[in-house]
């Protein structure tokens, strides 16, 4: 009988054993599950914050782009408004430059008939008074 209830007791043990190690495998295999949804769950959760920043950044640097482009657009207006105002600036000396030379000239000629004036004057001067050479 003490074989029949050692029997009973290493049958029972190794019931509650197999029991024990099937409980262990089932948590185990959950556990198993449960880590890989979270990895899962984790992947999806960052890939989407990822994406998000991504998609917001891309947005930003678009619009900078067309901002940039916006003013280079009113740079290029400016600088072609400016060079035709500095052509007209330059046409405009040009012809300042221009008329002071005529008017040099005018002086010029000006002084040269002023001379010739007192030179025919002097020779009038002398026939009216009667002398001569």
């Known amino acids: 009988m003490a074989e029949s209830t050692a029997s009973a007791s290493l049958s029972h043990l190794l019931k509650v054993h197999q029991k024990k190690q099937t409980d262990i495998k089932r948590q185990n295999g959950q556990l198993c599950k449960d880590a890989s949804k979270a990895a899962s769950d984790l992947n999806e959760t960052l890939t989407t914050n990822i994406n998000e920043r991504l998609v917001f950044r891309i947005s930003e640097i678009f ?16 600088t072609a408004r400016y060079t035709r105002q500095t052509k007209q600036w330059i046409q405009t000396i040009d012809n ?5 030379k005529e008017l040099g000239d005018v002086q010029n000629w000006a002084e040269v008939m002023e ?6 004057m002097a020779t009038l001067e002398l026939v009216h008074h009667g002398s001569y050479f």
């Open 115 to 120: 001379n010739d004036m007192r030179g025919v």
């Open 63 to 78: 619009v900078r782009q067309k901002d940039i482009e916006q003013e280079s657009r009113k740079l290029s207006n400016q």
């Open 96 to 100: 300042f430059n221009g008329a002071l």
